[in-house]
């Protein structure tokens, strides 16, 4: 679970971030072969949509759809994913020899909504999609997912020819305008803002919160060391209703892509269901990440990785604050490192290592590197939650929203509380260093 419910209180990869979790990632020998992305795809985007349905005990995957995309804003060297991040994985092999030719983690909303209650009583469908350079000639799609022990498993495949006549074209709707422009896409962190809930005479309050995001944003390290090679654009999708939902509180607003708070029961968790709904407003400009704007003062949001982050654009005091941890969700799968009870407590098995690079049950420890590497000399592991260590990288217990059992490595990081620091920890600061380099490559 990848949200924001905290207190106003991340050449090739890395070989620290690939050996974190190469080991759970499938045929990982295979995935360090180099690949030249000319021999095998188009310079635009293929995208798989389906949907992802069952219940706490069950799971399936229905293909709905393959669209086309004009622009492919990824990484031409980076393209087989060794890292292990998500709780959810795919492929694209080549079926004319048998290679994997793209891979990448992610995590969804469904897999989150797995984990509540409701899921014990009924059945539910989400529309998901992935994206992937589009292949010259016939692949076939794998996807995979975690199971009790942590591993990955094949939970679905499906062959794919990107020649079909079925594949459906893209359509231009919206408009799209610069907000900053580092570099070239493909050696540049790319991100797309959505406008949610604002009215067509609510243009000019949209472009402004853009550029606040922007402002905001690059003044955090460690995205300020990396402006240059960061791209922010935004696609303007009006509404017919001013602000988002509020279920809990019987405020139902029409907007494009149908945000709402109180997911999963939860007051601040703002989401939104139709993730294909908002790949097809993404899919005008070259992105890597999706952020949405949404148009309320409320205090809340979400952010999945590799999937969506959103937040209130017109929170009075924390905006930027609330920016840089939810993208920390999006960009790499960082967790939430606050241990305050929620309906989701029991997510981390206690006899299962997290991926996470920022959190620890301490059942395997030491393949957490970028952490093992920065822990200051001589603290104790576990580590005191003392005022002595308040600069200090230990093994600090409480995290994952859990009081026991799993640990983080700061005691106060902008993936745990808010109100208290200004900065990430440092490991959560190396690792998306290390996982910008791997993605601008």
């Known amino acids: 679970m990848k949200r924001l419910i905290v207190y106003l209180s991340a050449v090739a990869v890395s070989a620290a971030i690939a050996a974190e979790a190469a080991a759970a990632a499938p045929d990982g020998a295979e995935r360090a072969d180099a690949l030249r992305f000319e021999d095998y795809f188009h310079d635009r985007t293929l995208r798989f949509d389906f949907y992802h349905s069952g219940d706490r005990h069950t799971e399936q995957y229905f293909f709905d ?66 994206v992937f350079p589009c292949p010259k000639r016939e692949c076939r799609i794998e996807i995979f997912g975690r199971n009790g022990k942590g591993e990955f498993e094949k939970r679905f495949s499906q062959i794919i020819d990107p020649e079909a006549y079925t594949v459906r074209p893209f359509v231009r709707r919206y408009d799209v305008f610069d907000v900053v422009v580092g570099g070239a896409p493909e050696h540049s962190l790319d991100i797309v803002l959505l406008s949610e809930g604002y009215t067509v005479e609510e243009r000019p309050k949209f472009e402004a919160a853009a550029r606040i995001f922007a402002e905001e944003f690059l003044s955090y390290s460690p995205f300020k060391e990396n402006a240059y090679r960061i791209n922010i ?113 029991s997510m981390y098995a206690h006899d299962v290592e997290p991926w996470e690079v920022n959190l620890t049950t301490l059942v395997d420890f030491d393949s957490k590197r970028i952490w093992r590497g920065l822990l200051s000399e001589g603290v104790s592991v576990p580590t005191p939650a003392a005022d002595e260590y308040e600069d200090k990288v230990g093994v600090y217990e409480g995290g994952g929203y859990q009081t026991k059992g799993v640990y983080r490595p700061w005691l106060n990081c902008l993936m745990n509380n808010l109100h208290r620091t200004d900065s990430f920890c440092p490991v959560c600061s190396e690792a998306i260093s290390r996982y910008i380099d791997f993605i601008c490559k």
Not at 70 to 92: E, H, N, Y
Not at 288 to 293: A, F, N, Q, S, T
């Open 65 to 130: 759809e393959v669209k086309s995309e004009p622009f492919w804003a990824g990484s031409k060297v980076s393209l087989l994913d060794t890292t292990g991040f998500g709780t959810q994985f795919f492929r694209i092999v080549d079926t004319a020899d048998e290679r994997e030719i793209y891979s990448r983690g992610y995590c969804t909303l469904f897999n989150e909504w797995r984990d509540s209650d409701e899921a014990l009583s009924i059945e539910a469908a989400y529309p998901e999609s992935v």
């Open 233 to 345: 654009r935004a696609v303007w999708v009006p509404s017919e209703d001013s602000g988002v939902s509020l279920p809990g509180e019987h405020i139902w607003c029409d907007t494009a892509f149908g945000a709402s708070f109180y997911t999963f029961g939860e007051e601040r968790y703002q989401t939104i269901v139709d993730f294909q709904r908002v790949r097809d407003a993404a899919a005008h400009t070259p992105y890597d990440y999706i952020y949405v704007l949404s148009n309320t003062q409320k205090y809340g949001g979400g952010g999945i990785f590799n999937f969506y982050g959103i937040s209130s654009a017109h929170h009075p005091t924390r905006t930027g604050k609330i920016y840089v941890h939810e993208f920390g969700h999006v960009l790499m799968g960082l967790g939430d490192e606050y241990a305050d009870p929620v309906s989701f407590d």
